[in-house]
């Protein structure tokens, strides 16, 4: 059971928005940024959300982060086919000196 | 072009050694903290280690404290990780993954390589 918290599944139809969760606590969430990743089907992950709410040049802005307190979201807008793939929290934690991973949001698009 | 390439991947008995390699390049790999991330089958991420771009500070996930060691070659464009005494719960995709710069995260990763712990 993973100390970062995602809903294990989430499902919108095209052109639809959608919001992924991610539940943590002072020492990871609260105190240090979180990161959004995207992993699509046999793929490596993909960055798609670093310091809350900073996207990378290349992914588009219909992806966007936010957080507050010990809790984080992943918003995603104007959903189509292609975006459908598992997406991952991330956060450092200061109590384990660790990273540590959500357990994963697998986005079905209908 | 950044490109991070695993290898060494196989199936091990349980109790014994396998160590897997990254090769990199495109990217000034001295300049850069790397990452080792696992992937169990039809499971999740799970952090193994982080080494500091000098390998002066390395810093290892609960489960494998103790029995794997990260460790870097600059010479060689080369990241490593040392697995002993392995356990099935150690099967999964071995991940290689670079730390942006300004991401202070992985940014980068490789395709991956499988290791397989039965006997």
């Known amino acids: 059971q993973s100390v970062l918290t995602q809903p294990p599944s989430a499902s919108a139809t095209p052109g639809q928005s959608v919001t992924i969760s991610c539940s943590g606590s002072n020492s990871n969430i609260g105190d240090n940024y979180v990161y959004w990743y995207q992993q699509l089907p046999g793929m490596a992950p993909k960055l798609l959300i670093y310091?809350?709410?900073q996207r990378p040049s290349e992914v588009p802005d219909r992806f966007s982060g936010s957080k507050s307190g010990t809790s984080a979201s992943l918003a995603i807008s104007g959903l189509r086919s292609e975006d459908e793939a598992d997406f991952y929290c991330?956060?450092?934690?200061?109590?384990?000196?660790?990273?540590?991973f959500g357990g994963g949001t697998k986005l079905t698009v209908l | 072009q950044v490109q991070l390439v695993e290898s060494g991947g196989g199936v091990v008995q349980p109790g014994r050694s396998l160590r897997v390699s990254c090769v990199v390049s495109?990217?000034?790999?001295?300049?850069?903290?790397m990452y080792w991330v696992r992937q169990a089958p039809g499971k999740g991420l799970e952090w193994v280690s982080v080494?500091?771009?000098?390998?002066?500070?390395?810093y290892y996930g609960e489960s494998v404290k103790g029995r794997f060691t990260i460790s870097r070659d600059n010479s060689k464009n080369t990241l490593y990780l040392q697995m002993n005494s392995l356990r099935a719960e150690d099967t999964g995709v071995y991940y290689c993954?670079?730390?942006?710069?300004?991401?202070?995260?992985?940014?980068?990763w490789g395709q991956g390589t499988t290791v397989t712990v039965s006997s």
């Open positions: 993954a670079r730390e942006g710069l300004n991401y202070k995260v992985m940014d980068v």
């Open positions: 310091k809350n709410n």
């Open positions: 080494i500091a771009f000098d390998g002066s500070k390395k």
């Open positions: 991330a956060a450092w934690d200061d109590n384990l000196s660790g990273w540590l």
């Open positions: 495109g990217f000034t790999f001295r300049n850069y903290a």
